[in-house]
């Protein structure tokens, strides 16, 4: 979505918009491969419209979309109209491996005489970001302060990170705000997590009242309102057992929203969208009391997924499942390790421990869908994450691998990793499950 409006953005900016009277798109790699199951071609076609993934209602975009496939025409950025027909004009090229990034998108604008008149290649590199390809081929001084923003504490490893912590007496999130301190004012930050969580709240609350089969052929059967129909029935159950099955049920329902292209929180993907709020739902969930809870969980999270994204990846198709449900994992363990009063030290191990178990986890969703083994995965995600936590403040003694190493691991078998098993559907369960 976010590739598509860019284009035509650039393409106005070039002063070439107004005579485009067709676009074209070229879907390469990953996004060809599960381009249909994970509604790539739907989110391209809300783009060109001018939708943008934090404003759009889910409700409107069905019926925009469903529009544009009956009438075959398109407002680009709901200004000028021209013939589109998704069937001839989305190409889903999935026999092309891209040399740069697997998720490659490749736009083009002709004029009336059929002329091409504007050519772009974008890449979708996870977690909602996109680049150009002039930005991954140039390497520019951001390249090298991606993970401290510029702010105060320039930090480029955990090792930094927490000696940034030792030699000043900060906590992990305070590290964060301050770094963050220099973009805009502490206020506004609190008010963007606010509406982080916010969102995140939102979509539990969907994802646990709505009923019904998930989109895309599999019949899969959403769980989570049963579960919680269920869970709420039997308050005074079995207090251990119903911790692991409040964190499925959140997990759960947000990917079942995710995999019914509802609006989620890229945490720090879709894919891995459950993990972090049904963490921060089961233990930080009453607002009113635990807001300053929560913002310290989110900063933290973000500043150990600031990590991955500089020194390995954040994509699936790069590196698996290990890169989206491993990092999730990762993060929520040390969040919670933060609010639960770890150490420094101790957040850095809930994070190490919560990706040392996700290594060579990989990505192989069957039929594309976000489905299988995607919701069930966010689940375990958000188990594995409480009990890395809970490791972690329990440990009295270094731990042996620290989470610089265990990043590098990831980063090393995600490039060791066969392509099949990376967001592709062409091995694991995607071809050893009968689609039915």
Known sequence: M???????????????????????????????????????DKATILGLMGFAPEATDP??????????????????????????????DIDLRGDIIPEIHPNEMRLFLFDKAGVE??????????????ASEK??????????????????HFFASAHDLLEICRTKNMAIHDVIFENEDEHRSRAETE?????????????????????GILPGGLEVKRRAPSLHAKLLAAPLA????????????YAMA?????????????????????????????????????????????????????????????SGAEMGCQGEVGVACSMAAGGLAAVWGGTPGQVEHAAE?????????????????????????????????????????????????SLDQVIETMRQTGLDMSRKYKETSEGGLAVNVVEC
């Open 191 to 211: 008010n963007l997590l606010d509406a982080i969580w916010s969102a995140m709240r939102d979509c539990v609350d969907r994802g646990l009242r709505t009923e």
């Open 59 to 88: 409700d409107e975009a069905e019926a925009a979309f469903a529009r544009v496939k009956s009438e075959k025409r398109i407002a680009l950025l709901g200004q000028t109209e021209i013939a589109f027909d998704p069937s001839k």
């Open 353 to 401: 421990i919560g990706m040392e178990h996700n290594l060579g986890l990989t990505c192989d969703p069957v039929g594309g869908l976000v489905q299988i083994p995607c919701i069930e995965r966010n689940a375990i995600g958000a188990v594995k994450a409480v009990n890395a936590a809970r490791l972690a403040l329990h440990s009295e003694d270094g731990h042996k691998v």
């Open 254 to 314: 947000v990917n079942e929203e995710n995999a019914n292209g509802g609006r989620v929180v890229t945490a720090p993907t879709n894919g891995a969208a459950g993990i972090i709020p049904a963490v921060l739902k089961h233990y930080c969930g009453d607002d009113g009391v635990n807001i300053a809870h929560i913002r310290i969980f989110l900063a933290t999270a973000a500043g150990i997924g600031m990590l991955y994204k500089q020194r390995a990846s954040i």
């Open 238 to 249: 079995n207090e251990r057992e119903q911790i692991f099955d409040w964190l499925n049920v």
């Open 135 to 152: 930005q991954l081929t140039t390497k520019t001084d951001d390249d090298l302060i991606v993970g401290a923003r510029r702010g105060e």
């Open 2 to 40: 976010r590739i598509a409006g860019r284009f035509l953005s650039d393409a106005g900016e070039a002063g070439l918009l107004r005579q485009a009277a067709r676009v074209k798109i070229d879907l390469h790699g990953s996004l060809a491969l599960t381009g249909i199951g994970h509604g790539t």
């Open 117 to 130: 008149i504007f050519c772009q290649t974008y890449y979708s590199v996870g977690g909602g970001f996109i």
